[in-house]
Nanobody
Framework: QVQLVESGGGLVQAGGSLRLSCSAS????????MAWFRQAPGKEREFVAA????????RYADSVQGRFAVSRDNAKNTLDLQMNVLKAEDTAYYYC??????????????WGLGTQVTVTS
C-alpha cells in the first residue's frame, strides 16, 4: 500500500521560511517524479514544484520560482520543499504526490493527505 506522509507545515509570518517533508513507502520511489501541489480554500489544486527521478531536474510554478526549492533523497524515500520569503498568498494545504512530473494533478496517481501552511501578514 502506497503511503505519502507530509510534515513540516505550520504558522509563519510573511517573509519567513518553512521546510516541508514527505516520506514515501509502498512504492519504488526512484521510479516516480515527485511533486508538491497546494490548494487554498475555494480554489483549485495547483502545481507548486516537481523533481525528476534523479533529482537533477526541477520545475516550479511561476509564483514560487526563486523562493521555493524542491529536493529528494532516493536513499531515504523522502521529498522536501524549502519555502523562503513566504507570502500570505502561499497559505494553502500542501500535498505531496508521485507521478509523471507534469503540472496536472490527474497525472499523479499517489497523494498524501497534506499539511497546512498558514502565512500571516
Amino acid at each position: 500500500q502506497v503511503q505519502l506522509v507530509e510534515s513540516g507545515g505550520g504558522l509563519v509570518q510573511a517573509g519567513g521560511s518553512l521546510r516541508l517533508s514527505c516520506s514515501a513507502s509502498g512504492l519504488t520511489f526512484r521510479d516516480y517524479f515527485m511533486a508538491w501541489f497546494r490548494q487554498a480554500p475555494g480554489k483549485e489544486r495547483e502545481f507548486v514544484a516537481a523533481v525528476s527521478w534523479s533529482g537533477y531536474n526541477t520545475r516550479y510554478a511561476d509564483s514560487v520560482q526563486g523562493r521555493f526549492a524542491v529536493s529528494r533523497d532516493n536513499a531515504k524515500n523522502t521529498l522536501d520543499l524549502q519555502m523562503n520569503v513566504l507570502k500570505a498568498e502561499d497559505t494553502a494545504y500542501y500535498y505531496c504526490a508521485a507521478g509523471t512530473g507534469t503540472t496536472t494533478p490527474s497525472d499523479y496517481p499517489y497523494w498524501g493527505l497534506g499539511t497546512q501552511v498558514t502565512v500571516t501578514s
